[in-house]
């Protein structure tokens, strides 16, 4: 897939990482557009940016969403 998609989840994700409920909700949207690759490299961007630790809350809820019913 083309890393247009990937620079623009690096860009929300770093405009949203005020909230960690907005960055879980943006994070959710990016792991269903981009490939394997593409994800490992944008946690990897993430854990670079020290948004590691919200990273790591979103990894122990599985990628879940966070929208309410």
């Known amino acids: ?3 247009s998609f990937l620079n623009y989840y ?3 994700l770093e405009r949203v990482s005020f ?3 907005l960055l879980i909700k943006e994070y ?7 490939d394997v690759a593409e ?3 944008l946690d990897e961007w993430m854990t670079s940016n020290r ?3 919200n990273l790591n ?4 809820l599985g990628r879940v969403s ?3 019913t």
């Open 1 to 3: 897939m083309n890393n």
């Open 10 to 12: 690096k860009l929300v």
């Open 19 to 21: 909230s960690e409920h």
């Open 28 to 34: 959710n949207k990016a792991a269903k557009v981009l």
């Open 39 to 41: 994800l490992r490299d």
């Open 51 to 53: 948004l590691s630790t």
């Open 57 to 60: 809350t979103i990894l122990k």
């Open 66 to 68: 966070t929208e309410t």
